[in-house]
């Protein structure tokens, strides 16, 4: 089963990633980002597992254009 992912938790995740790479993620975004990750998993009957390793599967290691 593919995870589909929103927009919405793919622009939270990103700008977990670019606080992570600065060296300043803050608590408050975290939580966010675990907190939509566990809503999103419980509307669609995903694991939360999958969703989350999706999720920074896609944000941290995007494939190239055109693939």
């Given at each position: 089963m593919a995870i589909e992912l929103t927009g919405e938790l793919i622009k939270l995740e990103?700008?977990?990633w670019a606080e992570i790479q600065a060296g300043a993620l803050t608590a408050d975004t975290a939580e966010q980002v675990q907190a939509a990750i566990t809503a999103h998993a419980e509307a669609t009957g995903a694991s939360r597992?999958?969703?989350?390793r999706e999720l920074k599967r896609r944000v941290r290691h995007?494939?190239?254009e055109g693939e």
């Open positions: 990103a700008a977990a597992f999958e969703v989350e995007p494939e190239p």
